[in-house]
C-alpha cells in the first residue's frame, strides 16, 4: 500500500512538473515571438537608423497631399525649405502648427491669396522641409528660417499667424525681431510654460520612448487609430475626413526616415530649455504694441480659452478676441470661411466687431481681477 502511494505521489509529481515546464516553454515562446514582433517593428520604423547627416526628407520629396503640387523649395543656405507662395499684395506668412504642415492652411490660404502674397513654408522638423536627422528643430532655428525665408524673398515685414507652435515662433519673433512684424493673428498657440498641453504629453512620451515607438509607428497605420489620435483636435468629428487623415498621417509615415525626424521633433517638444522660451519672451510681448488679434478656437482642449485670454491681457497691441465657438485646435480646418474673412478684415483695415473687443474688454478686466488678487490665469477652464 505504501508503495502504491508513492508510485502515485511520484506520478503526479512527474505530471506537475510536465505541466510546469509546458508552461514556461510556452511563456518562452510567446515570449520569443513578441520580441521578434517588435524587432521586426523596430526595424521598420528606423529605430535602428543613426542620428547622422542623412536626409530625413529630401529635396523635392513631398507627400501627396492638396498642398503637393504648390510647393516649391528655396535654397537659404544654411537649409532649404518647402513653401507656399500665391497670391499678390502684402504678404501674409502662415506658420502651422505640430505635428502638422502647411496642410492645415489647404482651405483658408487660397481665401486669403485672393487679397495678400500669402506664404506658407513647412516648419523645420516638419511637412515637406529637407531637413537632415541630426539638424536641430528647435524654435530658435524655425525663427531664423523665417527671417532668412523673408530676406530671401525680399520681405522687409509681413502680416502673420501663427498657430500652436508657429505662433510660439511668433512670439520669438515679437521678442526678437518686431519691426518684421506688421501685425500678427495668435490661433491656439503654444505659449507661456504651458506646452506642451497635458492632453498630448502622454503621445508625445509614447512617441518619442524607444520601446513604445516602434508600436506607435505600427498602430498609426490603421485609420481608427488615426481617427482617434487626432479627435482631440477638432469639435465636428467629420472634419476629419480620409484627405485630411492621409496629410496628417503621411508626413510622418510615408518612410523610417520620417518617423525619426518626427521622434526628434517631439524630443524637442519635452525639452524644458526649448519649451520655457516663449515665457523667457513675455517681457518683450508685453512692450509689442503692432496690431494683434487672438482668433481662437473656442472649445480647445489643449490650448484653452484662458490662453487667449491671458495673451490678450499681456500684448497691448491686442485689439480684439474672436472667438470661433464651433472650433477646438483647428479652427482653419473646421470654419475656414469664418476664418478666412475675419483674418481678412483685421489685415486689410485692422478692425475688429464689437464682440471681439468686449472679449477683450472682459479678459483684460479678469486679468486685472486676478492680478489683484495674486493670481495668473491658467491654462484651463
Known amino acids: 500500500m505504501i508503495l502504491s502511494n508513492r508510485k502515485a505521489q511520484a506520478s503526479h509529481d512527474h505530471c506537475k512538473q510536465t505541466r510546469s515546464r509546458k508552461f514556461w516553454v510556452s511563456l518562452s515562446s510567446v515570449a520569443g515571438f ?24 529630401s529635396p523635392g520629396d513631398f507627400t501627396d497631399d492638396a498642398m503637393a503640387m504648390r510647393k516649391k523649395v528655396i535654397d537659404l543656405g544654411n537649409y532649404k525649405v518647402a513653401y507656399v507662395d500665391e497670391g499678390n499684395g502684402e504678404p501674409v506668412i502662415l506658420l502651422h502648427g505640430c505635428p502638422f504642415s502647411v496642410y492645415e492652411w489647404h482651405e483658408v490660404a487660397p481665401l486669403l491669396a485672393r487679397h495678400f502674397r500669402v506664404i506658407a513654408p513647412d516648419l523645420l522638423g516638419l511637412g515637406d522641409t529637407p531637413v537632415r536627422l541630426n539638424d536641430d528643430y528647435r524654435l530658435p532655428q524655425d525663427v531664423q528660417m523665417v527671417t532668412d525665408l523673408m530676406d530671401r524673398l525680399g520681405i522687409r515685414s509681413a502680416r502673420f499667424i501663427g498657430h500652436d507652435h508657429g505662433g510660439a515662433i511668433l512670439q520669438l519673433l515679437m521678442q526678437q ?123 480647445d482642449t489643449n490650448f484653452g480659452p484662458a490662453i487667449a485670454k491671458r495673451l490678450a491681457s499681456d500684448i497691448p497691441g491686442v485689439k480684439g478676441i474672436s472667438w470661433l465657438s464651433n472650433s477646438a485646435h483647428l479652427p482653419m480646418l473646421e470654419e475656414p470661411q469664418k476664418y478666412a474673412e475675419v483674418a481678412y478684415r483685421f489685415f486689410n483695415d485692422g478692425t475688429v466687431d464689437q464682440d471681439a473687443q468686449m472679449a477683450l474688454a472682459a479678459a483684460r478686466q479678469r486679468s486685472s481681477t486676478l492680478r489683484c488678487q495674486g493670481k495668473t490665469e491658467g491654462n484651463y477652464e
Do not use: C
Open 34 to 57: 513578441l520580441s521578434l514582433g517588435w524587432f521586426v517593428l523596430a526595424f521598420k520604423s528606423g529605430a535602428y537608423i543613426p542620428a547622422d547627416s542623412r536626409y530625413a526628407v
Open 177 to 299: 525681431h518686431p519691426e518684421r512684424i506688421e501685425m500678427a493673428i495668435l490661433t491656439n498657440v503654444e505659449a507661456y510654460d504651458q506646452w506642451p498641453s497635458k492632453p498630448e504629453t502622454g503621445d508625445l512620451h509614447l512617441i518619442t520612448n524607444p520601446v513604445t515607438s516602434p508600436l506607435v509607428f505600427a498602430s498609426l497605420h490603421s485609420r481608427n487609430i488615426q481617427r482617434h489620435l487626432y479627435s482631440i483636435a477638432v469639435v465636428n468629428q467629420s472634419t476629419l475626413t480620409d484627405e485630411t487623415l492621409d496629410a496628417f498621417a503621411s508626413e510622418h509615415l510615408a518612410t523610417a526616415l520620417r518617423w525619426q525626424r518626427l521622434r526628434r521633433f517631439l524630443a524637442s517638444q519635452l525639452d524644458p530649455a526649448n519649451n520655457h522660451l516663449t515665457q523667457d519672451a513675455v517681457p518683450a510681448m508685453r512692450r509689442f504694441t503692432r496690431p494683434v488679434l487672438i482668433l481662437w478656437g473656442e472649445k
